[in-house]
């Protein structure tokens, strides 16, 4: 089955740091891969995805590129805010059933002043 | 445009009790997905619906039910409630049906079960 798996948290950065959250995943067939943010009391808000292999996902400041080979999709971001201080969520889709998503452990950021 | 709505925010219910959650996708949008989120699990998915046609299922129990209407709002449906029922239930509603379309995510309804 799919499974996806994120790198232990929590993660814990100064302002301005470099970020880079590990994701690699197992499906079967070709998955559209997404990374999602979670701020406390909120649902979930797509940060950015990629739908097929070397495509690169990119928003506000964040990017994933979608690497076949190694099956990864690891996020980075140059130099975090202390605003993107968040919970962040790994996650595939894969096969025709379009509202199904395998989504990673999450991973807790905090990144301080 | 508004979000996915989901109601109540909160809810406290009683063990062998039964609960019903809301959600209302974004206009237009005609596929809806449910998901729990507690601590130990993650997040789990429950059900799709498409067009008021459950099209996938998690495994849960049978005791969680769903529907769709046909203005696509949904109900998810919790009958004989347990301690570990308790959880975060996200809906989520798509625009398109397609591999290539995002969710959408609500708030939220938390649950606590007592």
């Known amino acids: 089955g799919n499974s996806v798996t994120q790198m232990e948290g929590p993660v814990t950065l100064s302002e301005e740091a470099f970020l880079t959250i590990n994701c690699t995943y197992t499906?079967?067939?070709?998955?559209?891969l997404f990374w999602y943010v979670q701020y406390p009391g909120e649902g979930l808000q797509l940060l950015l995805k990629a739908t097929k292999a070397d495509d690169k996902g990119s928003n506000k400041g964040f990017e994933a590129t979608y690497r076949k080979e190694t099956t990864s999709f690891h996020l980075e971001k140059g130099s975090v805010q202390v605003s993107d201080s968040a919970v962040y969520f790994c996650?595939?889709?894969?096969?025709?059933?379009?509202?199904?998503?395998?989504f990673g452990q999450g991973t807790i950021l905090t990144v301080h002043p | 445009k508004a979000g996915v709505t989901q109601t109540p925010r909160y809810l406290i219910k009683t063990r062998g009790q039964q609960v019903t959650l809301s959600c209302s996708p974004i206009s237009g949008h005609r596929s809806v997905s449910w998901y729990q989120q507690t601590p130990g699990q993650g997040l789990q998915f429950l059900f799709e619906?498409?067009?008021?046609?459950?099209?996938n299922k998690g495994n849960f129990p049978g005791r969680f039910s769903g529907r769709q209407f046909s203005n696509s709002r949904s109900e998810m449906n919790v009958s004989t409630l347990e301690l570990g029922d308790s959880a975060l239930y996200l809906c989520?509603?798509?625009?398109?049906?397609?591999?290539?379309?995002?969710?959408?995510f609500g708030n939220g309804t938390r649950l606590t079960v007592t």
């Open positions: 619906y498409f067009s008021e046609t459950q099209r």
């Open positions: 996650a595939l889709r894969s096969g025709t059933s379009y509202g199904k998503l395998t």
């Open positions: 989520a509603s798509s625009p398109e049906d397609s591999p290539n379309s995002p969710l959408h």
């Open positions: 499906a079967t067939g070709y998955p559209s």
